[in-house]
């Protein structure tokens, strides 16, 4: 067997999210996952540290698309027009060919009190990095934190919405109506309201 | 020895922060904390489950004020005038007595990645936390998970501004007018500046 492997890291994600369904997250062994996708689990460790990084490797590569969509705004983008670049960018994340994997990897995440705080935890690091990507171009600090937040909870807000199983609007499009709709609700809580 | 220890949980805490300075995070023992303390280990374990709660123990009181305000805001309070509420209650935790342990507490945090992970993570709960009090009282759930943020920032900035060494003014007014100004940065991002 070649080290090349076409789609290893698809076909070892997929065969690990079938393995948590049917046996659950804690009960599954690297060994089984490579096992079913068929290849072996050297192939496995090229692709994920462990078996959590299937479940949380994306999000690393979500924070590079984001840091570097902000970095790579023109420089008299807004902070806002920054979260929409960001949003924008993670799109090349969420194909319709990945559509089926989301609400999987929510059902694995919901029932496992500790993967909760991994991805609470992968959030608040992703609005870190964003703050200071934000802070970076010259936004001042607790505006890109804000930013950061509002970014996040956009991201995380479309996510589920695109991740939905009766969902078939493009995640593009969703982010779009989705940081619309919270710069909406930031301008009432903004007011008092 | 007695089991009451006047101001024991007080004397640990300074104990501990004291040796962590001197000796770092993971070089002090909880024995050591005792012993500088002048009390038993027993004594120690009957108000930190570990050397960490010293530093994050009070984010679970905290935790508790918020949401006890949130929960206690009258019917027709919007979810801005929570947000002032449990700002407001969480100010019985920042007196002037403690004003002094919270930059060591900081700096203790700031020198150690896996201390700043876990603050991240209990800001992340804290957010959490209020977004489904907010939630709870009949606020939509994206603008409850918005407000919570913005709720959850204000107190951060408003507990780095008041443990600044420097700082004079008492908890309640930082925090009221970081409030103010993060509403401000909010609805300038909302308008898309």
Redesign the interface.
């Given at each position: 067997m070649g080290r090349w492997e076409p789609n290893a890291r698809d076909r070892l994600e997929r065969a690990a999210l079938a393995l948590f369904a049917e046996h659950g997250y804690d009960a599954t062994t690297v060994a089984q996952i490579a096992d079913r996708a068929g290849l072996t689990k050297s192939t496995f460790f090229r692709h994920f540290a462990d078996k959590r990084e299937v479940l949380f490797g994306g999000q690393d590569m979500l924070m590079e698309l984001f840091t570097g969509a902000i970095q790579a705004a023109p420089p008299t983008a807004?902070?806002?027009?920054c979260l929409a670049e960001a949003l924008a960018a993670a799109a090349v994340a969420f194909t319709p060919e990945r559509h089926d994997l989301a609400p999987r990897r929510q059902a694995v995440i919901a029932a496992h009190s500790e993967l909760q705080?991994r991805e609470?935890?992968k959030?608040?690091?992703l609005a870190?990095a964003m703050a200071e990507a934000l802070h970076a171009r010259g936004t001042e600090d607790?505006?890109a934190?804000?930013?950061a937040?509002?970014g996040v909870?956009a991201f995380s807000?479309s996510y589920a919405r695109w991740a939905d199983p009766g969902n078939q609007r493009p995640f593009t499009e969703i982010a779009r109506a989705t940081l619309s709709?919270?710069?909406?609700?930031?301008?009432?809580?903004?007011?008092?309201?």
């Open positions: 807004t902070p806002a027009d705080e609470l935890l959030r608040a690091r870190a607790v505006t934190r804000l930013a937040q509002l909870l807000t709709d919270l710069q909406v609700r930031a301008a009432s809580l903004a007011a008092g309201a």
